[in-house]
């Protein structure tokens, strides 16, 4: 029996940084939240909405810490995350990336200390992975982040086709300059390695690329959330994670957008078909079990 609980945070404001401000994030968590309930079966009182201002370090960690908590003294075996926002980088402080930077997540309150970002209310890949990694692998988490550690990949044409990115640069020149010359190592690869590569991690862009606020179907959205509730609600219960993000890709591209979406999970996950557990018919990409 699936005990789920899951937390969906969009931020669109930064306390800050408001000219740094998106348009498509709270959207995101929104789309999330009614596919987890109109698909999945998740209940009202299984997910917690984090928007805007009460998207904070504090409040996100929080929840998270709650949620894996849950698991571990058993009253969930089925978790889900989704994050929507800015990503950005920051040097490599604990030496575990020897010469690389670290990718990190903006929450609302995100602020500079001296040249650098305060890490009080900056979230670190390492912070995810320290705390997710606790989890077993009889526990299913699925991890959406619809968010970019790169503004390498934006083009000309994105600025004529109301797109932004969901990246922000280091807060300084000297931060900048920190991170110049490192290769961050993708926050996806932290996130699934040292006890984590039996969970899921769906990622809006490949590390090099950015992820879209797009304006689409005359409102805001992330490009890949946007694709991705869209392909899951009409997939039905015979795809494989693969081929619902095949059809996203798909999707995006048709769409001439630069980002290409990753999904990493273990291939009898990524590959199973489809079927409904104890959920409505039309089911979002589940394993037929759970992970062994």
């Not at 932004?164 to 931060?175: F, I, T």
Request: proline share 5%; aromatic share 8%; charged share 20%.
């Amino acid at each position: 029996m699936l005990h789920r609980n899951a937390l969906c945070v969009g931020i669109n404001q930064y306390q800050h940084f408001p000219a740094a401000n998106l348009n498509g994030c709270v959207n995101d968590a929104l789309n999330m939240m009614s596919l987890l309930k109109e698909v999945l079966g998740f209940e009202d009182s299984d997910i917690t909405l984090l928007t805007d201002q009460a998207a904070t370090k504090l409040n996100i960690m929080h929840e998270l810490r709650r949620m894996v908590d849950g698991a571990l003294s058993g009253r969930y075996n089925h978790l889900v995350f989704s994050f929507s926002g800015h990503g950005t980088q920051v040097p490599d402080l604990n030496l575990d990336e020897f010469d690389r930077a670290d990718e990190a997540f903006c929450p609302y309150d995100l602020a500079p200390l001296g040249s650098q970002w305060d890490r009080d209310h900056l979230i670190v890949d390492d912070e995810l992975h320290d705390l997710l990694v606790r989890l077993p692998s009889s526990i299913l988490l699925e991890v959406f982040l619809d968010t970019c550690h790169s503004g390498a990949g934006l083009r000309a044409a994105d600025l004529l086709m109301d797109r932004r990115p969901r990246y922000l640069p280091p807060p300084s020149v000297e931060a900048f300059r920190d991170i110049e010359f490192r290769r961050a190592q993708p926050a996806h690869q932290k996130l699934l390695e040292k006890g984590l590569s039996h969970h899921i991690l769906w990622t809006g862009c490949k590390e090099s690329q950015t992820a879209a606020d797009a304006f689409l179907q005359g409102d805001w959205h992330g490009a890949f959330t946007w694709h991705f509730c869209r392909e899951a609600r009409a997939s039905g219960n015979h795809l494989s994670r693969a081929k619902v993000l095949a059809k996203v890709r798909s999707d995006l591209s048709a769409g001439h957008f630069t980002q290409t979406p990753q999904l990493d999970c273990e291939a009898v996950t990524r590959h199973a078909v489809i079927k409904a557990i104890e959920v409505p018919p039309n089911v979002m990409p589940l394993p037929t079990e759970m992970p062994s």
